[in-house]
Nanobody
Framework: QVHLVESGGGLVQPGGSLRLSCAAS????????MGWYRQAPGKQRELVAR???????NYADSVRGRFTISKDNAKNTVYLQMNSLKPEDTAAYYC?????????WGRGTQVTVSP
């Protein structure tokens, strides 16, 4: 099983930027798709951005135009560049790898957007 480890979270002011990284213990090419999800307190986990093995991307409406997902197969790492951050982006962010109906999850990294 491939393990996923997120990093890059932290405290940032509104309008600021962060880049999250998701490092895999094995090849990310083994996943049909990889994505970033987030979960705020009291809310359900939601998809933020997703990238397929072929490079197709999709985004939640709330982040489109501000966030960018990318991957580096050589480094087995997926990134989430987050710009123009808003307080409502505050959440724990989780990396996901999906293949054949099986999901792998990281333990999450906290993003807090506050003045």
């Amino acid at each position: 099983q491939v393990h996923l480890v997120e990093s890059g979270g932290g405290l940032v002011q509104p309008g600021g930027s962060l880049r999250l990284s998701c490092a895999a213990s094995g090849s990310i090419s083994s996943f049909n798709a990889m994505g970033w999800y987030r979960q705020a307190p009291g809310k359900q986990r939601e998809l933020v951005a997703r990238i397929t093995s072929g490079g197709s991307k999709n985004y939640a409406d709330s982040v489109r135009g501000r966030f960018t997902i990318s991957k580096d197969n050589a480094k087995n790492t997926v990134y989430l560049q987050m710009n123009s951050l808003k307080p409502e982006d505050t959440a724990a962010y989780y990396c996901n790898g999906a293949t054949g109906g099986v999901d792998s999850w990281g333990r999450g990294t906290q993003v807090t957007v506050s003045p």
